[in-house]
């Protein structure tokens, strides 16, 4: 299954190094993250996302300091998310649920249990690419031998030529 994904160069120099890059939990989100390594059955710290080649995807991931990885990644290394049911549960788990019930919603206007629910359902439920309107690729780590290409951004002639101006 071809990904692409967004990461840090330092994430790239752990590939070229021949090591595996597993993510480290994220204090912002770890919350709704611990909530879909648990619905998902992941066995990770924190989830790596992607989204597939030749699919839409939800957002670009592009940051200042990103490179765009390719993987090559075996189907059974991959959980698909729909993208709006992956954020809707984001939003649930870290606004409406408590900390020792990660799959019941407090009461509140915007999402009942019985949504909620169905929002869960769907995201345990794996189906094939094209079921997804914009499939998620929810991975627990990245093997090196995965690397087919490296986009490198970080450098483009727009960057360098900023980093003359500034250096004067």
């Not at 709704?32 to 939800?58: E, M, S, T, V, W």
Request: glycine share 4%; net charge positive; charged share 20%.
């Amino acid at each position: 299954m071809i990904i692409r994904t967004y990461q840090s160069r330092a994430v790239l120099e752990i590939l070229r190094q021949g090591k595996v890059y597993r993510a480290h939990r994220n204090l912002g989100f770890d919350i709704a993250y611990q909530g879909l390594i648990n619905l998902l059955g992941l066995h990770c710290d924190a989830p790596i996302f992607g989204y597939l080649k030749g699919h839409q995807r939800c957002t670009n991931g592009k940051i200042s300091s990103s490179v765009l990885l390719t993987l090559n990644v075996p189907p059974e290394c991959v959980w698909l998310t729909e993208y709006s049911v992956w954020a809707d549960y984001m939003y649930c788990v870290m606004h409406y649920t408590l900390p020792t019930n990660r799959e019941s919603v407090t009461p509140n206007e915007e999402f009942t249990q019985r949504r909620f629910s169905y929002i869960m359902n769907d995201l345990k439920n794996q189906r094939s690419p094209s079921r997804y309107a914009v499939p998620q690729a929810v991975m627990e780590k990245i093997l090196p031998e995965w690397l087919v290409s490296v986009s490198d951004h970080t450098d483009s002639p727009f960057r360098r030529f900023l980093q003359k101006l500034t250096d004067h």
